[in-house]
């Protein structure tokens, strides 16, 4: 698996995940649209945050079983987290072209 670094806006988050990235869901929810994500779901093994956690805060919204985790000075969300499980935003990750990423629609408006 290839290794990503990825990071925030202004550079206080950065992180790196391990995976071969060809596809991202793209969500229709109050928040995934907002956002505009392109996520990709690994597990908590396959990522390491090297910087930042004290610029990063916490948005919890409906059900509060997910970490939205956010950075507070350029607020870019580059993952978020729930129990083992990371959702990364594809858009923070360095030299991945997500143009070539095949797109999941997922009806998350539904739920
Ligand atoms: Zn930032």
């Known amino acids: 698996m290839k290794t990503h670094k990825g990071s925030c806006h202004c550079g206080s988050v950065t992180f790196e995940v391990e995976g071969d990235f ?14 505009g994500f392109l996520l990709a779901f690994v597990p908590k093994s396959q990522f390491t945050l090297l910087s930042g956690e004290a610029k990063l805060t916490t948005y919890q ?6 970490d939205h985790r956010f950075c507070q000075i350029c607020g870019v969300q580059p993952f978020g987290q729930s129990g083992e499980t990371i959702a990364i935003n594809l858009n923070c990750l360095e030299g991945l072209n997500t143009d070539d990423l095949i797109l999941k629609k997922v009806d998350g ?3």
């Open 109 to 111: 408006k539904k739920f």
């Open 22 to 35: 060809a596809e991202a869901l793209s969500c229709n929810c109050s928040h995934c649209k907002r956002k």
């Open 61 to 66: 919204f409906n059900k509060k079983q997910i």
